[in-house]
């Protein structure tokens, strides 16, 4: 099974940005679609961001929606997610996956740490 490893995740201050890349050890995955997640502490994971192969349609959560991008490298098969104006309530363990009729396939990675401070 293809692993994801997910990267880019730091600690940074309100307002400032951040971009997250996740990409396949292991086979390449162009033709799926994928979707990042995330996990704030005590609390449930959470959809953060989707985009599909087929279209490039991307969707986002609410809370997220005219701050955060995602987008695809298909040449490099890695996925990106660009944060700006990050907000305390941003932190979170980042994660990405296969998504597979918009829910995710795969056995979760390790994710990548954000952590926004106040």
């Known amino acids: 099974q293809v692993q994801l490893v997910e990267s880019g995740g730091g600690l940074v201050q309100a307002g400032e940005s951040l971009t997250l890349s996740c990409a396949p050890s292991?086979?390449?995955?162009?033709?799926?679609?994928m979707g990042w997640f995330r996990q704030p502490p005590g609390k449930e994971r959470e959809f953060v961001a989707s985009?599909?192969?087929?279209?490039?349609?991307?969707s986002y959560a609410d809370s997220v929606k005219g701050r955060f991008t995602i987008s695809r490298d298909y040449a490099r098969s890695t996925v990106y997610l660009v944060m700006n104006s990050l907000k305390p309530e941003d932190t979170a363990i980042y994660y990405c996956?296969?998504?597979?009729?918009?829910?995710?396939?795969?056995?979760w990675g390790q994710g990548t740490q954000v952590t926004v401070s106040s």
């Open positions: 996956n296969v998504l597979q009729r918009g829910a995710p396939l795969l056995d």
């Open positions: 985009i599909y192969w087929s279209s490039g349609t991307t």
């Open positions: 292991g086979r390449t995955f162009r033709l799926y679609d």
